[in-house]
T-cell receptor, first 114, second 112 residues
Framework: SAVISQKPSRDICQRGTSLTIQCQVD?????MFWYRQQPGQSLTLIAT?????????ESGFVIDKFPISRPNLTFSTLTVSNMSPEDSSIYLCSGSNRAGNTIYFGEGSWLTVV | TQLLEQSPQFLSIQEGENLTVYCNSSSVFSSLQWYRQEPGEGPVLLVT?????EVKKLKRLTFQFGDARKDSSLHITAAQPGDTGLYLCAGAGRNAGNMLTFGGGTRLMVKP
């Protein structure tokens, strides 16, 4: 299976600040995605991180709030901007294998906004 | 938009019982994955099913993909407390990108 690591694993943030989450994947991964998992809920796709170009956002998510970078094949960042308590969530980095039929997840970044 | 209905949402059983979790959709998926997530961790992939009618076994877990590739089930035999967790099904569409659509999850608790 692919190795996906993200940091920070956990953080407590002040309202109005921004936090950037980093994700590093191994060479088995081709596509990269960012998901959000609100407390007690399933996963919701935020966006697909595209190498060298703007991410593709899902409905309900915008670049100003969740800027994403992917400067190369194995690294991506997600920034949660101007945070409010409603942004308290697990943010998960994921990547698909070369065959494109399996997606692996990092351990998640647990953000609490106070 | 592809939707996956997962049921039941919650399940609390005694050790040794059997259970089945269902994942249903009106859409066809190119593949379907099952994940298990424990508190404080990211989802861990259990299995990927690709072919309609496919059955895969992982020790006490049996996964089945429907013939039409619209539904799937996870059956656990003789559940153990270590099986406790959130089980998630996720379907990959045929469109470019292989983005996953997640079911709502089944929170399983197995009591000793």
């Amino acid at each position: 299976s692919a190795v996906i690591s993200q940091k920070p694993s956990r953080d407590i943030c002040q309202r109005g600040t921004s936090l950037t989450i980093q994700c590093q994947v191994d060479s088995q991964v081709t596509m990269m995605f960012w998901y959000r998992q609100q407390p007690g809920q399933s996963l919701t796709l935020i966006a697909t991180a595209n190498q060298g170009s703007e991410a593709t956002y899902e409905s309900g998510f915008v670049i100003d709030k969740f800027p994403i970078s992917r400067p190369n094949l194995t690294f991506s960042t997600l920034t949660v901007s101007n945070m409010s308590p409603e942004d308290s969530s697990i943010y998960l980095c994921s990547g698909s294998n070369r065959a494109g039929n399996t997606i692996y997840f990092g351990e998640g970044s647990w953000l609490t906004v106070v | 938009t592809q939707l996956l209905e997962q049921s039941p949402q919650f399940l609390s059983i005694q050790e040794g019982e059997n259970l089945t979790v269902y994942c249903n959709s009106s859409s066809v998926f190119s593949s379907l994955q099952w994940y298990r997530q424990e508190p404080g961790e990211g989802p861990v992939l259990l299995v990927t099913v690709v072919t309609g009618g496919e059955v895969k076994k992982l020790k006490r877990l049996t996964f089945q993909f429907g013939d039409a590739r619209k539904d799937s089930s996870l059956h656990i035999t003789a559940a153990q407390p270590g099986d406790t967790g959130l089980y998630l099904c996720a379907g990959a569409g045929r469109n470019a990108g292989n983005m996953l659509t997640f079911g709502g999850g089944t929170r399983l608790m197995v009591k000793p």
